[in-house]
T-cell receptor, first 113, second 108 residues
Framework: EAQVTQNPRYLITVTGKKLTVTCSQN?????MSWYRQDPGLGLRQIYY???????DKGDVPEGYKVSRKEKRNFPLILESPSPNQTSLYFC????????????FGPGTRLTVT | TQLLEQSPQFLSIQEGENLTVYCNSS?????LQWYRQEPGEGPVLLVT?????EVKKLKRLTFQFGDARKDSSLHITAAQTGDTGLYLC????????FGAGTTVTVRA
């Protein structure tokens, strides 16, 4: 089954404790991205990657890091989480940019206390 | 930075009624996509429109793209409880830019 998986689905952590949210896709997609979703603000892109070893900032990259060492994986790293990073996070993948369909993972709900 | 405005923000209707939600952009869309997101899940693509004036139908859903490619509407005929969800429009240029969405609740 074609899918995007994220782990963990739920995470509660404390300020400053480094964490990684994993994302993996099995569709051989070149394009992957991370979004955060906050009430009233919609989905905002954090980082995107057009291919292995190629990443770029989205609209809200501050406080986040990503890496793309393999085509299928695109982890999101929070080196020192803060309460304003409490949010619902989605990973997505697609065949490319433009009018391609984005496939989204199920989401990771992160709470930073 | 492109701004996508969706209206209304919330919409609650009775099963069997019709509804329309809107998406407006501050600039011309490269291509416009509509997604639906159900609680606890990620968004799922409903349709992509590219050409100004384009109309696409997906069962009871009708999508219209404005002639100037700066606005779009989604019309649902005879809404069902399964249509409940968050409807998002997005401009898929070199990166995907989303509106804040319209939360639709269809009551049984």
């Amino acid at each position: 089954e074609a899918q995007v998986t994220q782990n963990p689905r739920y995470l509660i952590t404390v300020t400053g404790k480094k964490l990684t949210v994993t994302c993996s896709q099995n569709m051989n997609h070149e394009y992957m991205s991370w979004y955060r979703q906050d009430p009233g603000l919609g989905l905002r892109q954090i980082y995107y990657s057009m291919n292995v070893e190629v990443t770029d900032k989205g609209d809200v990259p501050e406080g986040y890091k990503v890496s793309r060492k393999e085509k299928r994986n695109f982890p999101l790293i929070l080196e020192s989480p803060s309460p304003n990073q409490t949010s619902l996070y989605f990973c997505a993948s697609s065949s490319g940019q433009g009018s391609y369909e984005q496939y989204f993972g199920p989401g990771t709900r992160l709470t930073v206390t | 930075t492109q701004l996508l405005e969706q209206s209304p923000q919330f919409l609650s209707i009775q099963e069997g009624e019709n509804l329309t939600v809107y998406c407006n952009s501050s600039s011309v869309f490269s291509s416009l996509q509509w997604y639906r997101q159900e609680p606890g899940e990620g968004p799922v693509l409903l349709v992509t429109v590219v050409t100004g004036g384009e109309v696409k139908k997906l069962k009871r859903l009708t999508f219209q793209f404005g002639d100037a490619r700066k606005d779009s509407s989604l019309h649902i005929t005879a809404a069902q409880t399964g249509d409940t969800g968050l409807y998002l429009c997005a401009d898929n240029d070199y990166k995907l830019s989303f509106g804040a969405g319209t939360t639709v609740t269809v009551r049984a």
